[in-house]
DNA sequence: AGCACGCCGACT
DNA sequence: GTCGGCGTGCTC
């Protein structure tokens, strides 16, 4: 029997990526591999992960001090899953078990001050002899108070930090961790009779009448046929400390059991019995027998907007269900998405777990811990619902695949999708990808083989794909009309009003104008702190910078010149929605951008409202583009069809066709049918011309050329490394240095290094950022070298594998 | 991440 | 002479 295990600490520092190996006392003898504990480190207690036990004895070490999960947190799949993360991301195996826990801690620390073992009280006195009286009286209260923290500590002097290192550099005092543990377990407490229930109810006689508490407690325990609960007790009103007496007289013993409750599997499905469409049958015949033979498989499902995806995820959920095994649903944003989680939660009820990003910890805790218990087995959520506690994973579903906020932008930086598809394949369970407009890589990889594919080329109600047209701006501005709302869309717009049907308006852009420009000189007001224009805001007539968030007043003459002639250049949607305004004055128009929706979930009022025929134009950023399904809607606008497709990105093509695609699939979801009118400045463009025909194999086969041809993803992996600090030199230096280091490198030698270039937004928040970029086919082979070089320690450096970003 | 140990400048 | 700056190095 091993007494020794290997731990993870919970501290995300890259020179604390390794095991360290504890002794487990007696008493704690049930600890399992996934569990959490308490583990003394250095002079202070950690939380730690259990990877491992060990057979060998070593001497000379710490043991654990409490364990914080009854039941382990962390699966072998869910470890797995971890550790395939780390090695894939340069992540520390710490920082990757951090992403299963809520709150990312299962304890909260807080440091205390106490009388070490032995005081020498004359040297004592000759230290605080020098000292103002203050410091002997804080001493004093120590000594007397156990551990006390610096907060207790500030309510009896002003500045007890400076003491208290003084007390701690002499040795007077020492640090003692208190540690409170979050999220309560869902255990419960069972008390047995220790001893036979004739000595228990002699015992139970002799008692004196000031034990009447005890008396109640054995009393209950013979009238009981086995044992009681700790919910049982409180109905007796005996309260913990009597069973403490009790245990202690060997009379009675307690032990801890996991509150499991019978799943809903199998019997909450109230899946309406809708006639399934060719395609959707024909996907289910697919997925179906996928599930039930417990193996990994992946599909993509290219299904156009309205072709009846979300019942494919319910139906293939269901059989998940059925077979008692659970589900993750993945969903770009929660917020966008309420219209996908209200039909789970009419298809599951009280078997599906929500995680949105406004639960507290504890709520998160609350929910996981019935996915664990199996009280609930679908969890629907954003990129964090894949790193839920579910044992019994047979299903993962990712909505909307080629959605960028898939990425997590902060270390680790992953891509749901293909963590998804890694723990899945440690599950054994199967990956469902949906999009209209797949991301090419996973295009790539379903023709590959790689993924199943299925085509869902129809709508549910047959109604056609809406009619686009492409309106070039140009040529509005050859022929004198200079609005932002061409003649086509204005035109469009006029008859869906006179119809009383709704239209939405889409621009990628918040605010009223794009810069601020002065003619005379020609200078743009930028960001003190970022390398970026400001944005002028029309209600507020205030600027803003739109990643610091500063607000700036709007100078009446040019810093530079002193000029008075200051210009708005670009359009917002504040500026849209006065054109629009100006041009339908009587129509009712309501903006959806990050400026309006700054409540909770107002999201979902506006678009309820919108929804309910509140307002006739729905206007806004790219959120007015996704999720919703509105009958009425029969018109979309998109203002400006090339916003991205102008970035300096190699997915600026993919981002604009999807975009594209997507409003486009907002018009005419029910019996009417839908009309779009796109404007832009490149009509010739492949990703505009694609988008206009809902022609997803067009843009493919261009884009995958592209992609070919520049050596850019699906055919090569990307790296970026992003270096940047405070000063501009020193990160330029340090960049050119790293890019020379990497050039000469032994295992990038079939890797090219790109850069190192400054970041497009080459300041933000003052700090300076250079970017450094590897293409390779060799991807392990680099991210070995990469970790060899001590890249993910380095502070200054970001090191961020298959990129959505490379600007 | 913390925290200790350790070697060089400005003060009671 | 001491206090204190934060540069390395360690934590089972």
Redesign the pocket.
């Given at each position: 029997m091993s007494n020794t295990v290997q731990v993870i600490v919970n501290?995300?520092?890259r020179?604390?990526d390794k095991p360290?190996?504890?002794t487990i006392p007696a008493h704690l003898a049930n600890v399992q591999v996934g569990c959490r504990v308490l583990v003394?480190?250095?002079?202070?207690k950690v939380e730690g992960f259990i990877i491992s036990l060990e057979p060998e004895k070593t001497e000379g070490?710490?043991s654990i001090l409490e364990i914080l999960d009854h039941v382990p947190w962390f699966d072998s799949n869910m470890l797995n899953t971890a550790r395939w993360l780390s090695d894939y991301y340069l992540c520390s195996l710490s920082e990757a078990m951090r992403l299963f826990i809520p709150g990312q801690s299962g304890i909260k620390t807080q440091?205390a001050y106490q009388a070490p073992a032995s005081v020498d009280f004359e040297q004592a006195a000759v230290l605080l002899s020098k000292k103002p009286a203050e410091f002997r009286t804080l001493l004093t209260y120590i000594y007397e108070h156990g551990p006390v923290t610096l907060t207790d500590l500030a309510k009896l002097t002003s500045d007890p930090a400076?003491m208290i290192k003084f007390f701690?550099q002499h040795k007077l005092i020492i640090?003692a961790d208190i540690v409170s543990k979050r999220g309560k377990a869902s255990v419960t407490t069972i008390i047995d009779l220790a001893v036979s229930r004739e000595t228990a109810a002699q015992i139970e006689q002799t008692l004196p009448k000031n034990k009447a508490a005890q008396r109640r407690l054995l009393n209950a325990l013979l009238a009981a046929p086995g044992n009681l609960t700790t919910a049982q007790l409180r109905s007796l009103s005996i309260t913990q400390d009597t069973v403490k007496k009790l245990a202690e007289q060997g009379l009675i013993t307690t032990r801890q059991l996991p509150l499991f409750r019978n799943s809903y599997a199998g019997g909450c499905l109230q899946t309406p019995a809708v006639n399934l469409t060719p395609e959707q049958a024909y996907a289910l015949g697919l997925i179906i027998p996928a599930i039930n033979t417990g193996l990994h498989t992946s599909f993509l499902v290219h299904g156009v907007t309205g072709s009846g995806k979300t019942l494919v995820y319910i139906r293939a959920v269901a059989e998940a269900r059925r077979l008692n095994r659970q589900a993750i649903v993945l969903v770009p944003e929660i917020a966008l998405t309420s219209q996908i989680v209200a039909r789970f939660k009419a298809a599951f009820g009280e078997d599906v777990v929500v995680m949105h990003s406004k639960l507290s910890v504890g709520e998160r805790h609350d929910a996981w811990r019935r996915l664990q218990a199996g009280q609930a087995g679908i969890v629907i959520g954003a990129r964090s619902a894949l790193f839920a506690p579910a044992g019994q994973l047979g299903l993962i579903i990712i909505d909307e695949e080629h959605e960028f906020t898939y990425k997590q932008e902060e270390t680790p930086r992953y891509h749901a999708r293909e963590v998804a598809l890694a723990r899945a394949r440690l599950a054994g369970a199967v990956v469902v990808l949906g999009s209209a407009t797949p991301a090419v890589e996973t295009y790539y990889k379903a023709r590959q083989g790689d993924h199943v594919f299925i085509p869902m080329n129809q709508r549910v109600d047959n109604t056609p794909m809406p009619e686009v047209t492409v309106v070039d701006m140009r040529q509005e501005l050859a022929q004198g009309r200079r609005s932002v709302i061409s003649q086509a869309l204005k035109d469009m717009l006029t008859e869906i009003l006179a119809r009383q049907e709704q239209a939405v308006i889409l621009l990628n852009r918040r605010g009223y104008s794009t810069f601020v420009l002065c003619r005379e000189c020609g200078h743009v007001l930028k960001c003190p702190h970022c390398d970026i224009a400001l944005v002028y805001h029309a209600s507020a007539t205030v600027l803003r910078c739109h990643y610091c968030r500063e607000r700036h007043t709007v100078p009446d003459i040019c810093p530079v010149c002193s000029s008075r002639y200051i210009r708005y250049f670009g359009a917002g949607t504040q500026k849209v929605e006065e054109a629009l305004a100006a041009a339908f004055p009587a129509a009712r128009i309501i903006r959806m951008d990050q400026d309006t929706t700054g409540g909770k979930m107002a999201h979902d009022k506006i678009l309820s409202a919108f929804a309910a025929g509140t307002y006739d134009i729905l206007l806004g950023t790219q959120m007015v583009a996704k999720g919703h399904d509105i009958p009425n809607v029969t018109a979309v606008g998109i203002i400006s069809a090339d916003t991205a497709l102008n970035l300096p990105d190699f997915r600026a093509a993919e981002k604009t066709f999807a975009l594209l695609t997507q409003a486009a699939g907002r018009a005419g979801r029910g019996k009417k049918s839908g009309r779009v009118v796109m404007q832009t400045y490149n009509p010739e463009h492949y990703a505009i011309i694609a988008g206009a025909g809902h022609n997803y194999q067009a843009f493919y086969q261009h884009e995958i050329t592209f992609r070919r041809q520049l050596h850019y993803p699906p055919y090569a992996n990307l790296v970026k490394i992003t270096v940047h600090g405070a000063d501009e030199i020193t990160v330029h230096r340090n960049a050119n240095q790293l890019a020379a280091d990497l050039t000469q490198a032994p295992g990038l030698a079939d890797a090219a290094v790109i850069g190192p270039f400054p970041a497009s937004v080459n300041k933000i928040k003052d700090i300076f950022r250079v970017n450094i970029l590897i293409k390779t086919q060799e991807l392990p082979t680099v991210a070995k070298q990469l970790a060899g070089l001590g890249l993910a320690s380095r502070r200054d450096i970001i090191v961020d594998i298959d990129p959505i970003n490379v600007l």
């Amino acid at each position: 029997m091993s007494n020794t295990v290997q731990v993870i600490v919970n501290i995300p520092a890259r020179s604390l990526d390794k095991p360290f190996s504890y002794t487990i006392p007696a008493h704690l003898a049930n600890v399992q591999v996934g569990c959490r504990v308490l583990v003394p480190f250095g002079n202070r207690k950690v939380e730690g992960f259990i990877i491992s036990l060990e057979p060998e004895k070593t001497e000379g070490l710490k043991s654990i001090l409490e364990i914080l999960d009854h039941v382990p947190w962390f699966d072998s799949n869910m470890l797995n899953t971890a550790r395939w993360l780390s090695d894939y991301y340069l992540c520390s195996l710490s920082e990757a078990m951090r992403l299963f826990i809520p709150g990312q801690s299962g304890i909260k620390t807080q440091k205390a001050y106490q009388a070490p073992a032995s005081v020498d009280f004359e040297q004592a006195a000759v230290l605080l002899s020098k000292k103002p009286a203050e410091f002997r009286t804080l001493l004093t209260y120590i000594y007397e108070h156990g551990p006390v923290t610096l907060t207790d500590l500030a309510k009896l002097t002003s500045d007890p930090a400076a003491m208290i290192k003084f007390f701690l550099q002499h040795k007077l005092i020492i640090s003692a961790d208190i540690v409170s543990k979050r999220g309560k377990a869902s255990v419960t407490t069972i008390i047995d009779l220790a001893v036979s229930r004739e000595t228990a109810a002699q015992i139970e006689q002799t008692l004196p009448k000031n034990k009447a508490a005890q008396r109640r407690l054995l009393n209950a325990l013979l009238a009981a046929p086995g044992n009681l609960t700790t919910a049982q007790l409180r109905s007796l009103s005996i309260t913990q400390d009597t069973v403490k007496k009790l245990a202690e007289q060997g009379l009675i013993t307690t032990r801890q059991l996991p509150l499991f409750r019978n799943s809903y599997a199998g019997g909450c499905l109230q899946t309406p019995a809708v006639n399934l469409t060719p395609e959707q049958a024909y996907a289910l015949g697919l997925i179906i027998p996928a599930i039930n033979t417990g193996l990994h498989t992946s599909f993509l499902v290219h299904g156009v907007t309205g072709s009846g995806k979300t019942l494919v995820y319910i139906r293939a959920v269901a059989e998940a269900r059925r077979l008692n095994r659970q589900a993750i649903v993945l969903v770009p944003e929660i917020a966008l998405t309420s219209q996908i989680v209200a039909r789970f939660k009419a298809a599951f009820g009280e078997d599906v777990v929500v995680m949105h990003s406004k639960l507290s910890v504890g709520e998160r805790h609350d929910a996981w811990r019935r996915l664990q218990a199996g009280q609930a087995g679908i969890v629907i959520g954003a990129r964090s619902a894949l790193f839920a506690p579910a044992g019994q994973l047979g299903l993962i579903i990712i909505d909307e695949e080629h959605e960028f906020t898939y990425k997590q932008e902060e270390t680790p930086r992953y891509h749901a999708r293909e963590v998804a598809l890694a723990r899945a394949r440690l599950a054994g369970a199967v990956v469902v990808l949906g999009s209209a407009t797949p991301a090419v890589e996973t295009y790539y990889k379903a023709r590959q083989g790689d993924h199943v594919f299925i085509p869902m080329n129809q709508r549910v109600d047959n109604t056609p794909m809406p009619e686009v047209t492409v309106v070039d701006m140009r040529q509005e501005l050859a022929q004198g009309r200079r609005s932002v709302i061409s003649q086509a869309l204005k035109d469009m717009l006029t008859e869906i009003l006179a119809r009383q049907e709704q239209a939405v308006i889409l621009l990628n852009r918040r605010g009223y104008s794009t810069f601020v420009l002065c003619r005379e000189c020609g200078h743009v007001l930028k960001c003190p702190h970022c390398d970026i224009a400001l944005v002028y805001h029309a209600s507020a007539t205030v600027l803003r910078c739109h990643y610091c968030r500063e607000r700036h007043t709007v100078p009446d003459i040019c810093p530079v010149c002193s000029s008075r002639y200051i210009r708005y250049f670009g359009a917002g949607t504040q500026k849209v929605e006065e054109a629009l305004a100006a041009a339908f004055p009587a129509a009712r128009i309501i903006r959806m951008d990050q400026d309006t929706t700054g409540g909770k979930m107002a999201h979902d009022k506006i678009l309820s409202a919108f929804a309910a025929g509140t307002y006739d134009i729905l206007l806004g950023t790219q959120m007015v583009a996704k999720g919703h399904d509105i009958p009425n809607v029969t018109a979309v606008g998109i203002i400006s069809a090339d916003t991205a497709l102008n970035l300096p990105d190699f997915r600026a093509a993919e981002k604009t066709f999807a975009l594209l695609t997507q409003a486009a699939g907002r018009a005419g979801r029910g019996k009417k049918s839908g009309r779009v009118v796109m404007q832009t400045y490149n009509p010739e463009h492949y990703a505009i011309i694609a988008g206009a025909g809902h022609n997803y194999q067009a843009f493919y086969q261009h884009e995958i050329t592209f992609r070919r041809q520049l050596h850019y993803p699906p055919y090569a992996n990307l790296v970026k490394i992003t270096v940047h600090g405070a000063d501009e030199i020193t990160v330029h230096r340090n960049a050119n240095q790293l890019a020379a280091d990497l050039t000469q490198a032994p295992g990038l030698a079939d890797a090219a290094v790109i850069g190192p270039f400054p970041a497009s937004v080459n300041k933000i928040k003052d700090i300076f950022r250079v970017n450094i970029l590897i293409k390779t086919q060799e991807l392990p082979t680099v991210a070995k070298q990469l970790a060899g070089l001590g890249l993910a320690s380095r502070r200054d450096i970001i090191v961020d594998i298959d990129p959505i970003n490379v600007l």
